[in-house]
């Protein structure tokens, strides 16, 4: 059983900084593809970032202006999200999703995932 576990949540003052990291469990992490969304209240869930299977390709969503960066560490298991200057806007709960595509590039991660976790709350005061 595939399970993801995001952590490194929390409040943040408007301008302010957060990693936010995702544990996976119950395959071999560094085979693929890894991904950021994020749902906020009212709003769909949205893409934000996909990084391949040894982390040397990464694409993100336009709207994030440069601001976020995604990186994974395959010997950890483990996937990050570094988010600088947030804003308030940036307000949702994050997931980290992942898909069967084994080798894969994390491209077809923009229209979601098989796999997801619970998410981790991010809250950015003004």
């Known amino acids: 059983q595939v399970n993801l576990v995001e952590s490194g949540g929390g409040l943040v003052q408007d301008g302010g900084s957060l990693t936010l990291s995702c544990l996976v469990s119950?395959?071999?992490?560094?085979?693929?593809?890894m991904g950021w969304f994020r749902q906020a209240p009212g709003k769909e869930r949205e893409f934000l970032a996909a990084?391949?299977?040894?982390?040397?390709?990464?694409n993100y969503a336009d709207s994030l202006k440069g601001r976020f960066i995604i990186s994974r560490n395959n010997a950890k298991n483990t996937l990050y999200l570094q988010m600088n200057n947030l804003k308030p806007e940036d307000t949702a709960l994050y997931y980290c999703?992942?898909?069967?595509?084994?080798?894969?590039?994390?491209?077809?991660?923009?229209?979601?995932?098989?796999?997801w976790g619970q998410g981790t709350q991010v809250t950015v005061s003004s």
């Open positions: 999703p992942s898909n069967d595509e084994r080798g894969g590039s994390g491209y077809a991660l923009q229209h979601g995932g098989d796999y």
């Open positions: 990084i391949n299977w040894n982390g040397d390709v990464a």
């Open positions: 119950g395959r071999t992490f560094s085979w693929y593809p």
